[in-house]
């Protein structure tokens, strides 16, 4: 298994030239050719999470070669426990999201689970990619497929929702590289070659001056800020979310969104020190002001798929406010709520699809009473419910809570303010939530339409199922997953609090810097 990584990133891709080869009539077999195909990468990411040694800081599972010599770019693999936990997330994410779209994908069936496979291999790819060239292919490789799952495949105004998705996320890419081969020159004196190997990046690039180290750190964190999407980075998201097609929606906001979050602790924090702590203000205060101000959206929307878009603003903010609160027990659960909203956004987006499918309305005033008719649909609907609003016992407590514990003693934010304001959102989030469930699915049913719509099948059961055990299992033990990052962030900590004992930036120093804004 020396070369697991990439056997789970080509695997996949090799595999799904056969679904082009099927007769388009054959929409069966090629549905469950696609889903068996899914299943490998969903194995390997398991015996990866099972080989792991979490007692070990250093990378796992590497591979590197030279890939192309000019340049002295690597393919260089390797994951820690962070990137472990997001290949597991996303191999786990893709089978359901084809079993959730198995009858509502009706036109173009083989190119559609095409480009779900080679999404599937993309995103693994980006998560354990150690080269910025190399991750930076597999970023812009997924912009590929994503456009056209929505241009395709979405609803009556997806030309201009997914317009708007390449021109903002493309925008992005090109100011991450930019800073990419910025960032290997002004390196290459330190290093002795010019290199974009993120190992050997990592110990010369604090060395840079503290100017040099915010431009770059602007360059690659608005690159990751717009894929999160923070405020006021977030209008695409909305129009993405509402026009995708069922899987489409469930594919983004579990992985496609975690790639911005991910791009934050791996390649801001380590690489740009000095400039982190010196521009943690104005992060922050982006993530606050996303964290209410996507709750508050949320309250006034009439589409339940534009609600849970605009809650993931919300929720992806905490992930945010955790990442610069750099202390471990926030990032632990940054981590955590990558994964938590992975699974509850997700599922939400797939009961959205099940709604849409039997009603072809997404607004809220069309329905009501559901829970008299689909009584199996509503207990799974307010599991998920509960799990997004952050109820104890169930996976999104763990991660809001982890978050707001070491945001609010957190040296690098400097106030409670972030914290206390932040807050406030876990209220709104119960408010706009419970609000939308009464609406859908509670009181009398009015609409003759849905008097008849039936429960959940045995496959979109099945679809939520997994879902449903690891919410609840991540809410009762989630040290089943924290221990396999807890080495991994404080591997990261260490690192940084390295950068203090020597004078970072022309004699700017990240410990005075922190004093500064601590309390």
Not at 51 to 72: G, L
Not at 474 to 483: D, E, K, M
Request: one cysteine or more; aromatic letters at 14%.
């Amino acid at each position: 298994m020396n070369n697991i990584l990439s056997i789970m990133i080509f695997l996949p891709v090799l595999l799904s030239i056969p679904v082009l080869l099927f007769k388009k009539e054959k929409e069966t077999l090629i549905k469950s050719y696609a889903f068996l195909v899914s299943l490998i990468p969903l194995a390997l990411a398991v015996y990866l999470f099972f080989a792991y040694d979490p007692s070990n800081a250093e990378y796992q599972f590497v591979e590197k070669f030279k890939w192309i010599t000019i340049s002295n770019t690597f393919y260089f693999l390797g994951i820690d426990g962070i990137s472990m936990l997001l290949i597991l997330m996303s191999a786990f994410i893709f089978p359901l999201s084809i079993l959730a779209s198995w009858t509502s994908i009706k036109n173009n069936i083989k190119q559609f689970y095409f480009l779900i496979l080679l999404l599937d291999a993309g995103l693994i790819g980006v998560f354990s990619s150690l080269d910025l060239i190399l991750f930076y292919v597999f970023w812009e490789f997924i912009l590929i497929p994503m456009y056209f799952m929505i241009g395709f495949w979405g609803a009556e105004d997806r030309i201009y929702a997914t317009v708007k998705f390449f021109l903002y996320t493309m925008f992005g890419s090109l100011l991450m590289l930019v800073g990419i081969i910025w960032l290997a020159f002004l390196c290459t004196p330190m290093i002795g070659q010019f290199s974009t190997d993120l190992t050997l990046l990592t110990g010369v690039s604090r060395s840079l001056p503290l100017n040099s180290q915010i431009y770059l750190f602007i360059l690659f964190t608005l690159s990751f800020l717009i894929k999160v999407p923070l405020f006021p980075f977030h209008t695409w998201l909305p129009d993405a979310h509402v026009q995708a097609p069922t899987a489409g929606s469930v594919i983004l906001a579990a992985v496609l969104l975690k790639m911005g979050t991910y791009g934050l602790l791996r390649f801001s924090l380590p690489l740009f020190p000095a400039a982190f702590v010196k521009l943690t203000p104005y992060i922050a205060t982006l993530a606050v002001i996303g964290i209410v101000y996507g709750a508050l959206l949320s309250i006034v929307q009439k589409d339940i798929k534009k609600l849970v878009a605009y809650s993931s603003v919300s929720h992806l903010g905490f992930i945010v406010l955790g990442t610069f609160a750099l202390t471990d027990v926030a990032l632990q659960g940054s981590i955590i709520q990558m994964i938590n909203h992975g699974l509850s956004t997700g599922a939400l987006f797939m009961i959205v699809g099940v709604l849409y499918e039997r009603r072809h309305t997404k607004k809220i005033v069309d329905f009501g009473g559901i829970m008299r008719v689909m009584p199996v649909f509503s207990v799974v609907f307010m599991i998920v419910l509960f799990s997004s609003i952050g109820l104890p016992g169930l996976n999104g407590f763990v991660g809001e809570f982890l978050i707001l514990l070491g945001s609010f003693y957190s040296a690098n934010l400097g106030t409670d303010v972030y914290t206390i304001i932040s807050t406030t959102a876990v209220i709104l989030a119960a408010v706009y939530l419970l609000w939308m469930f009464q609406r859908v699915m509670l009181g009398p049913i009015e609409n003759e339409k849905n008097k008849d719509l039936p429960d959940l099948s045995k496959r979109e059961l099945l679809s939520f199922i997994p879902i449903i055990i690891f919410i609840v299992w991540i809410g009762v033990h989630p040290n089943t997953f924290l221990s396999k990052t807890e080495t991994s962030v404080k591997r990261i900590i260490e690192n940084f609090h390295t950068a203090q004992s020597s004078n970072v930036g022309q004699n700017v120093d990240i410990k005075t810097e922190l004093t500064k804004n601590g309390k």
